[in-house]
């Protein structure tokens, strides 16, 4: 649907922006801001959202923004 190809090219453009970020060497949590946007513009997608509890989790694995 036309729905889910925006939602994929959000998805895309934010994870392309989130790399660019970092082959810049720009900090983690400007990073961060643009895979929380993928993610979000894929939950929507798949009709589900991701709790910032579960995005702090990954990203604390990670070692991101500290």
């Not at 970092?22 to 643009?34: K, M, Q, S, T």
Request: hydrophobic share 50%; with cysteine.
């Amino acid at each position: 649907s036309a729905r889910a190809r925006e939602g994929i090219a959000a998805a895309a453009r934010a994870l392309g922006s989130a790399r660019d970020a970092l082959a810049r060497g720009e900090g983690d949590e400007l990073i961060v801001v643009d895979v929380h946007l993928a993610v979000d513009a894929l939950g929507h997608v798949l009709g589900r959202t991701v709790d910032d509890d579960i995005l702090d989790r990954i990203f604390r694995r990670f070692c991101i923004g500290k």
